[in-house]
């Protein structure tokens, strides 16, 4: 149990990131906090998608789909990963930057007009105009 943590830490580490970013996203009445928790949702997803990048070929981590470990022998002993899951989670950065700026933007506004980010104090707030 402990070697399979040990070698399969980045899923571990996933799950715990997954589940802070779920519970601050569903449990925070703050809206910067909501905001924080999704940006830690899509980070346990980033890893999700570096950690699977790895497999392993002929009982040896490391190897890739892309390049097959038998046609060189020599570069059997490198590290080598699948560049899509790469490519996908360099996309989805550039998008999560984006979504992060205006959610932070909406935020900025949303204190600017009622003076606050609780959601309790929004809905109170709204229900009565």
């Known amino acids: ?4 943590l040990a070698t399969r830490y980045a899923y ?3 799950f715990v990131l997954l589940g ?6 569903i449990a925070s009445q703050n809206l910067v906090k909501k905001l924080i928790g999704v940006n830690l ?12 990048a790895y497999v392993e070929v002929d009982g040896e981590p490391g190897g890739s789909p892309v390049v097959p470990a038998t046609e060189n ?4 002993d490198l590290i080598l990963a699948s ?16 979504l992060t700026a205006v959610g932070l933007a909406l935020i900025v506004r949303i204190y ?3 003076g606050t980010l609780r ?11």
Do not use: K, N, W
């Open 12 to 14: 571990l580490l996933m």
């Open 83 to 98: 560049p899509l899951p790469h490519v996908i989670v360099l996309t989805a950065i550039v998008v999560g930057i984006a």
């Open 1 to 4: 149990m402990i070697e399979l």
């Open 41 to 52: 949702f899509q980070t346990a997803i980033f890893l999700f998608f570096v950690a699977v």
């Open 73 to 76: 022998p020599a570069s059997s």
């Open 119 to 129: 959601e309790d104090t929004l809905r109170e707030v709204r229900a009565d105009e």
């Open 20 to 25: 802070v970013g779920l519970y601050m996203t």
């Open 112 to 114: 600017s007009e009622y």
